[in-house]
Structures are given as C-alpha cells and as structure tokens.
C-alpha cells in the first residue's frame, strides 16, 4: 500500500514554449485508483511518464510515502506501467513473459513457477503457459501483460490506455479483471483513459486534464452533479448551458427563473442541468415547471434523446422511450427541472 504524491509535476519539452503539463497536483490514497482523464494530447501520457521514471520533469516532485523518487531510476521506483500495446516479448512463452521480472529479481525458479501459476490463475489464463502471445488473442495478450506486471506486487501501478485495441465487450470483462485485482491486491493505481464512462466505472476517484491543465479532482458523480465548468459539463456529455444571472436561490435566463439548490453562489453564470435530468410532466408542487415544444425525437434503442425548445431557447432531454412513444416534432409538452439537477457554473 503506497501514498502518492505528485506536486507541481510540470514538463516543457524541448523547443516548446507551453508545458505539456502544467503544475499537476495530486493525492493518491494508498490502494486508490484514480483516472487521469483527459482529450488526446492533454498531458496524460506525459505525467505517467514522468512517474514511471522515463521522461524528466521540469519542476515538481512525485513522493511514495513521502519520500521523492524523482532521483531513482526506473527500475527502482516500485512502479509498473503497463502500455496500450503491450509489448510482449514474441519468442518467450506466456509463462516465461508473466514470471520476466521475478526471473529479473532472481526469485527461486520454483517459486517463480507458483506464483506464474497463481497469476495466470488470476487473469483466467490458466492453461495458456505455454503459449506463444502470438497464439493469443488481443485480449488475451493484454490480460498476460497485466498478469507480468502484477506479479512483481507493485507499489504502484501504472495503466496507459490499457483497453483502448480490445472491442467493447471484452472491454467490459477487462475493466471488471482490472478492477478486481486492483483491489484485492491493494495497489495504488493510476489509470490513463480519454474514455470518460471507462474512468467512472473504474476510478474511485478522477483527475479531468485539458490543455495541460488539472481542472477537477473528484469523484466520478461530482462530475456529473457538479461540473467545476462549462468544458468539464461538456466533456461529461452535458448539452444543456443557458446564461444568466443567479441572485436569491434563484437563476433568471431567457427560460424565465428557476429555483436553484441552496448551495449555489450569487452573479453572472451558466444554468446547467443533465438531460436525463428533464423530467417530463407537471411537477407537484409547480416548482421550475416550463412549456416545451418538440423540435426533434431520437430513438436511441435503450433512451430517446428529444431536442425541445423552450421559449426559443433549445434544451435537450434523455428520456424513457415508452413515455414517449406518441409524441413527434411540433407537440407540446409540460417538463420540470429539479431543483437538486440544477448548477451554474
Ligand atoms: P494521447 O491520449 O493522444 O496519448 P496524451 O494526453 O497522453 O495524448 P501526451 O502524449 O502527454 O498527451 O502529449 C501532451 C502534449 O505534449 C502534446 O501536445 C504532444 O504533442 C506533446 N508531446 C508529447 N511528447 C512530446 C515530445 N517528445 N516532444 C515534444 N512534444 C511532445
């Protein structure tokens, strides 16, 4: 179990004016997986890099259990990383690739041998030992790298896109493998995902990066309920960003004024609201009740996205395709906003 910390974490490479990464902050919890999340070339690979050992920072400093490691070379760290493509050795077996670094600490081979054997047991691949990777398939070669990084007990783990080649459904199986041993084995995790839904499902906590930049640490759903801003909402799939001015507990805009929820702070802003949020009908109480035309109807198998236009301001909402079924463009409807799905931002 290993505390990080990562402090002022900042690269400028060669010949460029603006840092890669800029001032990256971090606490990560000893056995806690966080996610940094980010758009391509928003830093991610450059920060994993750095705490891997293979790249030098510019400034800052990265501390397991409080002691720097920015001096120790890699192979010393106590980190692992494991990459998008996961660079088996070809000519080796399944079972000399997963017992490499014990091999490489000079572990017993009788030891190695159990503890292959446990491991490929782990990441359900226990016949495949003596397999070639070439003989397996993506998904399978990903699992054995995951198995050869495992098996030396890290202090922490380091995951670079490591599901971005597998097809969704053994994505899904991965994320849970991942997930599983993470926590069974207790080690600190970085996971590096451009993919928002796979670093919710997996991260007990997420670190959203763009430009460089931290813009929020949190959990999964303060991302949701609670956007730091307007790109963090939109990154997350919000579609709903009405200017306007919040005053008393409420938000005056061109959809007229909304209750807001207590912990909202007075000025200028922007109403947001998730469309899954919209609720369609009259609210009991007459709360943020408002008329809505439909401009659009998107069947989208499991939910129906509707584009509605609310006082010529055009609103989105995600809703449950049978309590939609006879409705189409040009009808009218009542919807209410809860007062708890508002936030300005
Ligand atoms: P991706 O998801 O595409 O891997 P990323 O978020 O991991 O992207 P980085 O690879 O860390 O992003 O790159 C961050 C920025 O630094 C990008 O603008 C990239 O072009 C730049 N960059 C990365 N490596 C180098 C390098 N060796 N020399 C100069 N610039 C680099």
């Known amino acids: 179990m290993t505390h990080v910390r990562i402090d002022d974490l900042t690269k400028i490479y060669p010949g460029s004016t603006t840092p890669a990464l800029d ?23 450059t920060a994993m ?42 000519y080796m077996s399944v ?6 670094g014990l091999k490489m600490r000079r572990t017993a081979p009788a030891e190695i041998t159990r503890r292959v054997a446990d491991m490929l047991e782990r990441v359900k691949l226990p016949d495949m030992g003596a397999r070639k990777p070439a003989a397996l398939s993506g998904g399978q070669q990903q699992r054995v790298a995951l198995a050869r990084a495992l098996i030396v007990e890290p202090d922490v783990l380091l995951l670079d896109e490591p599901l971005s080649n597998l097809d969704a459904h053994l994505r ?21 995902t451009h993919d928002q839904e796979e670093a919710v499902v997996m991260a007990d906590r997420v670190a959203l990066i763009l430009e460089g930049r931290l813009i929020q640490y949190d959990r999964p759903d303060a991302f949701y ?23 008393d507990g409420s938000f005056d805009s061109a959809l007229g004024r909304l209750i807001l ?39 989208l198998g ?19 395709p049978n309590d939609v079924q006879a409705l189409a463009p040009g009808d009218t409807l009542s919807i209410h906003l809860p007062q708890s799905a508002l936030w300005v931002v």
């Open 302 to 320: 499991s939910q129906t996205r509707l584009t509605l236009r609310v006082k010529d301001t055009l609103l989105e909402a995600i809703v449950n």
């Open 261 to 299: 929820p207590k912990d909202v702070a007075t000025g200028p802003g922007t109403l947001t609201f998730r469309p899954e949020n919209v609720r369609l009908g009259m609210p009991a109480d007459g709360t943020n009740m408002l008329s809505a035309q439909i401009v659009d109807v998107v069947f």
């Open 49 to 90: 890099k750095m705490i891997a050992g293979l790249l030098e920072p510019s400034a800052g400093d990265i501390r397991f259990d409080d002691r720097s490691i920015l001096r120790d070379k890699p192979e010393h760290r106590g980190a692992v990383m494991v990459f998008q493509n996961h660079l088996l050795f070809p």
């Open 23 to 45: 001032h990256l902050s971090l606490d990560i919890g000893s056995g806690e997986l966080i996610a940094l999340l980010g758009p391509s070339g928003c830093g991610k690979t």
């Open 172 to 192: 899904f199986d991965m994320r849970d493998l991942i997930r599983d041993l993470q926590r069974d084995m207790a080690i600190t995790t970085i996971l590096v």
């Open 225 to 247: 309920k609670r956007p730091a801003n307007e790109a963090t909402a939109r990154f997350f799939g919000g579609r709903n960003f009405i200017p306007g001015m919040s005053c």
């Open 95 to 100: 079972a000399e690739n997963v017992g490499f």
